[in-house]
């Protein structure tokens, strides 16, 4: 496929802009040496030319797309409609309160539907990842032990199976991060939790369900074990798809947490847009969040910051847009949804996992959350068949691939993701694909390195894309 600076010729365009009417004021010195290279195409060869690249991937308009710990759902499209509504693609942050009331409005219903769905009490929308919002929590612990006069606290304990954010943005806020190692379970242990928490403590980092699909049954241990040596509990909620409705985080002891809104709540996660890690939490941290507060006022809303506010983690109020998508997806779910939203991504990784045990080997044999790990670490051995393969030859099948060599802390891993908008019949086709895939592989091994041979490009070399990635034409 041709790239658009191939397409087109001189002079050729689509854009009816008037000539302009403004005085020509910028000295030669503003002025750029040479015209910038723009394409110069046809509006039929711009439309077919987007429209052929929409072709070349695999989103989840396309088909299955089970990417673990990534939450590719389908979003309504009403919450799509709602963002592009003028009132709110067109409001600038800095018009007068008294202006955006409406705007203001969304922010503090979205706050509080967020703190009424975690247990928490205060929240900031501005971060605008999950690990951003990691960073800004892990701001908000340090700022409480520097308030208390409690500078000792240099240290944020992280099991081994965290995402890979957690140990970053720990020592991006400043903190030693110590990793406490996994039980057989896949879950916190115990007796190294104990070992780990001291006076040096300041939190500990957790996800539950943890990364690899399972709920943490000793999760009030856990943060009381904390707690108890004057740390603080920071739950990392860009997953909320399992629990959201039914358990909240707040309620088993955490202080601060981030969603991410990009992956449970509807905004389309991996697409390159922006997204949204709004930080939630109790009471005592609040003085300390970022940004403009949105406080009810008379009969309105006005904007003010926090006390002891940690400064500014984004410009004005995050990416606005969306958090209109959140609150319409938490508005359109409401009570009886989102649970319900819950209980079908849960039950649909459980039916995918007991499908699919009698052929292929589970990490953990258990009672699954919104996903679950299997390893590939036999096939391996046994005729060098990876995770990697399995996972390419899938794409032949109009499949994207599950989540792969992730959690660390298991081999050869292939992390399945279905999540509640798949209905059955779709999880039965890619049941029966990924047995057909696990069969072939074990009739012609060797040919498993050759797939995929249907997709745009074969196999890529990762590495250098990732280590020398070419961004740019010419
Ligand atoms: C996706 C994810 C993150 C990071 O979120 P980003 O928005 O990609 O920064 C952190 N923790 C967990 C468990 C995640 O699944």
Redo the contacts with the bound molecule.
């Keep these: 496929m041709k790239l658009i600076f191939e397409m087109g010729a001189p002079g050729r365009g689509c854009d009816l802009l008037p000539d302009c009417q403004a005085p020509d004021v910028s000295g030669k010195a503003t002025r750029r040496a040479a015209r910038p290279r723009l394409p110069e195409v046809s509006e039929t060869e711009l439309s077919r030319h987007y429209t052929e690249l929409a072709k070349q991937v695999h989103g989840v308009n396309d088909g299955f797309y089970p990417l673990g710990?990534?939450t590719m759902k389908y979003n309504p499209k009403i919450d799509e409609q709602a963002a592009a509504l003028p009132g709110f693609s067109q409001i600038h942050p800095l018009q007068d309160a008294a202006d955006a009331q409406g705007c203001l409005e969304v922010i503090h219903k979205t706050e509080n539907a967020l703190c009424a769905i975690t247990g928490m009490d205060a929240c900031t929308l501005q971060p605008a990842?999950?690990?951003?919002g990691?960073f800004t929590g892990l701001l908000l612990i340090k700022a409480y032990h520097v308030s208390r006069g409690d500078e000792k606290r240099r240290k944020i304990i992280v099991p081994d199976s965290a995402?890979g954010?957690?140990p970053a943005s720990g020592a991006m806020a400043g903190f030693d991060v110590i990793n406490i190692v996994s039980d057989e379970n896949g879950c916190v242990d115990l007796a190294a939790l104990r070992a780990a928490v001291g006076e040096d403590t300041a939190g500990l980092m957790l996800?539950n369900p943890n990364?690899v699909g399972l709920f943490d049954p000793n999760i009030a241990e856990i943060t009381r074990i904390v707690h108890e040596a004057g740390g603080l509990c920071y739950y990392?909620g860009?997953?909320l798809n399992a629990i959201m409705g039914i358990a909240r985080p707040g309620d088993m002891g955490f202080d601060v947490m981030h969603l991410?809104l990009?992956?449970t709540f509807s905004t389309p996660h991996g697409g390159g847009g922006p997204?949204s890690?709004p930080v939630a939490c109790k009471h005592f941290l609040a003085d300390f969040l970022p940004g403009m507060r949105v406080v009810e006022s008379g009969d309105g809303y006005e904007a003010m910051r926090a006390k002891q506010s940690i400064g500014d983690m984004h410009g004005f109020y995050g990416n606005f847009l969306v958090v209109v998508r959140a609150l319409c997806y938490i508005m359109s779910l409401g009570r009886e949804g989102i649970p319900e939203a819950a209980t079908g991504a849960v039950l649909n990784a459980n039916y995918m996992m007991h499908e699919l045990k009698p052929y292929y080997h589970m990490a953990y044999d258990r009672t699954c959350m919104h996903e679950f790990v299997m390893t590939l670490e036999h096939e391996k051995h046994e005729r060098n068949v990876s995770a990697l393969d399995i996972a390419k030859a899938l794409l032949d099948h109009g499949i994207h691939p599950p989540t792969m060599y992730f959690p660390l802390i298991v081999h050869e891993a292939l992390m399945i993701e279905p999540t509640e908008t798949e209905s059955r019949e779709t999880i039965d086709e890619a049941v029966r694909i990924f047995i057909e895939v696990l069969k072939q592989s074990e009739k012609t091994p060797e040919q498993m390195h050759a797939y995929p041979q249907q997709t745009p490009v074969r196999r890529l070399d990762e590495v250098t894309a990732a280590r020398k990635p070419v961004v740019r034409y010419d």
Excluded: M, P
Excluded at 129 to 132: F, L, N, S, V, Y
């Design positions: 710990s990534c990842a999950g690990a951003h990691e995402h954010t957690n996800t990364t990392d860009a997953n991410n990009h992956k997204g890690g």
